[in-house]
């Protein structure tokens, strides 16, 4: 089945070029000019598998678009897409939800070998229901999804990575280089630290719903869940 992409940039050249090019490659795609249209078409069309969101755009920038799909438990992968080239913008998407993180120019080439990468990563490969039970946490390893007292936590495909990894093995330390290549692929092993920002909001969420669970810091190496002190 095609996957379906969702383009949403101001540029209008651009947009058109990255749509040509993906159906060339054998997608389908849905195209949006601002953050505002994006969302209105998402409540249209629920079979977007994959986002592709430029951040600077008029009247809703990439980010507060990003924000608004995230609270709306949107768990849809999302690449983001900026001439920004600084390491703190690529670490506040990263923070925000963002699954991948483009740098203009690029080649169309590139976006969709990051693409493949985020949805294979995003996608469950078992074909039934497998569950991990850890304290008062419930992880469908089919579903993505994670319950907490019964109550389903909105987490990002890379927030639910990271929780599945560390709670499949309990007290076992991974370095955050290992998660980084786990969560978001090799590519991104240059920035391991991303991963502190990443843990520090599932530790939120997971606080925010009462959860007795703890991803504790192993310092000097990285991160592991609960295990004796």
């Not at 379906?4 to 389908?28: A, C, K, P, W």
């Not at 995003?122 to 008062?136: A, C, L, N, V």
């Not at 987490?155 to 998660?179: D, H, I, M, N, W």
């Amino acid at each position: 089945m095609k996957k379906t992409v969702m383009i949403v940039d101001d540029q209008d050249e651009l947009r058109e070029s990255i749509s040509t090019f993906l159906h060339n490659e054998g997608y389908h795609t849905v195209k949006a000019r601002n953050g505002n249209e994006a969302l209105r078409l998402l409540k249209e069309n629920q079979n977007v598998d994959i986002i592709l969101l430029d951040v600077m755009m008029p009247d809703k920038d990439g980010y507060v678009t990003l924000r608004e799909l995230r609270m709306a438990q949107v768990s849809i992968p999302v690449i983001m897409l900026t001439a920004k080239t600084d390491e703190l913008d690529k670490l506040l998407g990263l923070e925000m939800g963002a699954d991948d993180y483009i740098t203009k120019p690029f080649s169309l080439r590139e976006v969709v070998a990051r693409m493949k990468a985020v949805l294979r990563r995003t996608s469950s490969e078992q074909t039934g229901d497998e569950w991990i039970h850890q304290i008062d946490i419930k992880i469908n390893l089919s579903t993505y999804e994670v319950f907490v007292h019964g109550t389903r936590a909105n987490l990002t495909p890379t927030e639910f990575k990271l929780l599945a990894t560390l709670a499949e093995k309990p007290g076992r330390v991974y370095s955050r280089l290992q998660l980084m290549n786990i969560a978001m692929g090799e590519a991104f092993a240059n920035y391991e630290r991303s991963i502190d920002t990443h843990v520090s909001n599932l530790r939120r969420k997971l606080t925010k719903l009462g959860s007795s669970a703890t991803i504790k810091t192993v310092y000097g190496i990285g991160y592991r869940f609960g295990g004796e002190e």
